[in-house]
Nanobody, 122 residues
Framework: QVQLVESGGGLVQAGGSLRLSCAAS????????MGWFRQAPGKEREFVAG????????RYADSVKGRFTISRDDAKNTVYLQMNSLKPEDTAVYYC???????????????WGQGTQVTVSS
């Protein structure tokens, strides 16, 4: 059974930083493309960042490019999202998921973890 456990969210002032973690289990991690997604109140869930297996490639939504960095540690089955220069519009619940390809920006699985709340105050 696949499990995705996100952590690291919190309340931060605009301009601050947070590092999110997602621990994955139940499915081969080292050969998987992984991604971060977010859902703000009243909005659809959207793609934030993706990383290919082996970390050879990354992709970012235009809204976070230059501020967020996705990385992975295959020994820990964990994917990270370093978020710098946070803005109030980054406020959302953040989720991770497997991806078929980072080119598609679509999640692979229909199920999600509990997510982690990020709130950025102005």
């Amino acid at each position: 059974q696949v499990q995705l456990v996100e952590s690291g969210g919190g309340l931060v002032q605009a301009g601050g930083s947070l590092r999110l973690s997602c621990a994955a289990s139940g499915r081969t991690f080292s050969s998987a493309n992984m991604g971060w997604f977010r859902q703000a109140p009243g909005k659809e869930r959207e793609f934030v960042a993706g990383i290919s297996w082996g970390g050879h490639g990354t992709r970012y939504a235009d809204s976070v490019k230059g501020r967020f960095t996705i990385s992975r540690d295959d020994a820990k089955n964990t994917v990270y999202l370093q978020m710098n220069s946070l803005k109030p519009e980054d406020t959302a619940v953040y989720y991770c998921n497997y991806m078929r390809s980072i080119a598609t920006t679509q999640p692979l699985l229909g199920s999600w973890g509990q997510g982690t709340q990020v709130t950025v105050s102005s």
